[in-house]
């Protein structure tokens, strides 16, 4: 493992911002920590830089335990949301700042200045100040300088914040290939559901100050292990139940559930997961094990699909996504009365601690 954090504890008088994290970041890979306004995400960060010492725990690069040592003796490249780029200093003195304080000789200087400006697409802009350039552009300043000493590990704090969304998605893209061409182990922050599941290998989801759970992003997405996870990544349909036999449960006001396999000891309270984009409707429902007629209290188009809100008689709203063809009419309207169905495998099951 290149980044090893083990019970790593941080409390700031009555606030504990991080509750026992323990973390593993593999050699070039790209762990995103994903989670709401305040749960800890920024003060993990701190301690993995050497800006905040945890109160207890350790933080470990490779094989050397780094918990103490201050941040320019980690070896680390940051960017965060406000570039804080020198506003006095040319492009190319921004990114050279971290080779001078490494005491890199001049022509070496110039050669990975040059490069690390070719990598983010700004080769041409060295002698420009940062007040005059885009966001977009000062934020690549920012990624250039944070890799131009060939760190061992890059932190990036919510760096797209401040940008607008398709600019955001530009760079969202460019950092990935970045970071997978110049195989950096990246320790990547964000709130935003969307840019974690494009971005990682590995998506770790905060809450709290800690970690709920550590997967893949189809892992997280399709088999998440609790319900903040079900609820904070992507859309969900989430229904409390009670397990009954024979790979049922039986669920306030849709009745008894087929699901793949027995969801556990029957009487055992269970959560339920059904993803919009796992239900049908009308005739494409007619064949499925689970069904129910309810009212469409909402369409909203979205261009690629529909999103439709039904309500079963007496039981919960189901959330609907279904995929739209261009010119094809909508495939339900508000106020009818529809089947809405869904397949045992589509249900996921989290077990109630
Ligand atoms: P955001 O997405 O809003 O940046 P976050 O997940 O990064 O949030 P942190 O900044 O790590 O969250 O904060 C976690 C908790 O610790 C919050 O309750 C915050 O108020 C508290 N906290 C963080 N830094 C300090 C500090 N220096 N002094 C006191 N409390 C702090």
Do not use: C, W
Request: net charge neutral; hydrophobic share 45%.
């Amino acid at each position: 493992m290149d980044l090893t954090v083990r019970g790593a504890v941080k409390r700031f008088g009555a606030v504990t911002a991080l509750a026992g994290v323990d973390l593993d970041v593999a050699e070039g890979e790209l762990l995103t920590i994903l989670g709401p306004s305040g749960s800890g995400k920024t003060t993990l960060l701190k301690v993995v830089a050497g800006f905040e010492v945890p109160d207890e725990g350790s933080v470990q690069l490779g094989s050397v335990d780094v918990t103490l040592a201050p941040p320019r003796a980690r070896d680390v490249g940051m960017v965060f949301q406000n570039y804080a780029l020198f506003p006095h200093l040319t492009v190319a003195q921004n990114v050279a700042f971290p080779l001078e304080m490494r005491r890199v000789p001049k022509a070496e200087r110039q050669s990975r200045v040059a490069e690390a400006l070719a990598l983010v697409e700004l080769s041409g802009y060295e002698a420009r100040l940062p007040r005059q350039l885009s966001g977009g552009q000062q934020q690549r300043v920012a990624l250039a300088r944070s890799i131009v000493f060939n760190p061992r590990l890059l932190l990036l704090d919510e760096p797209f914040g401040a940008l607008d969304r398709k600019l955001r998605e530009a760079m969202q893209l460019e950092v990935r290939r970045l970071q997978r061409r110049l195989k950096l182990t990246t320790l990547f922050i964000t709130h935003d559901q969307e840019e974690a599941l494009i971005l990682s290998d590995r998506i770790a989801v905060m809450n709290a100050g800690r970690l709920e759970q550590v997967g893949t992003p189809s892992e997280v997405y399709a088999r998440p292990a609790t319900r903040f996870v079900a609820d904070f990544v992507g859309e969900s349909n989430l229904f409390d139940g009670i397990a009954g036999p024979d790979a049922t449960a039986e669920v306030p006001g849709l009745g008894r559930l087929f699901l793949a396999a027995q969801a556990g000891t029957p009487g055992a309270r269970v959560t339920l997961l059904l993803r919009p984009e796992a239900l049908r409707i009308g005739g494409a429902a007619d064949p499925l094990a689970n069904r129910a007629a309810g009212q469409v209290v909402e369409t909203v188009f979205l261009g690629l699909s529909v999103k439709l809100r039904i309500q079963p008689e007496g039981g919960p709203e189901l959330l609907v996504r279904l995929p739209l063809r261009p010119s094809e009419p909508p495939p339900a309207l508000e106020g009818e009365i529809v089947t809405v169905g869904f397949a045992p495998e589509d249900v996921h099951v989290i077990r109630q601690a």
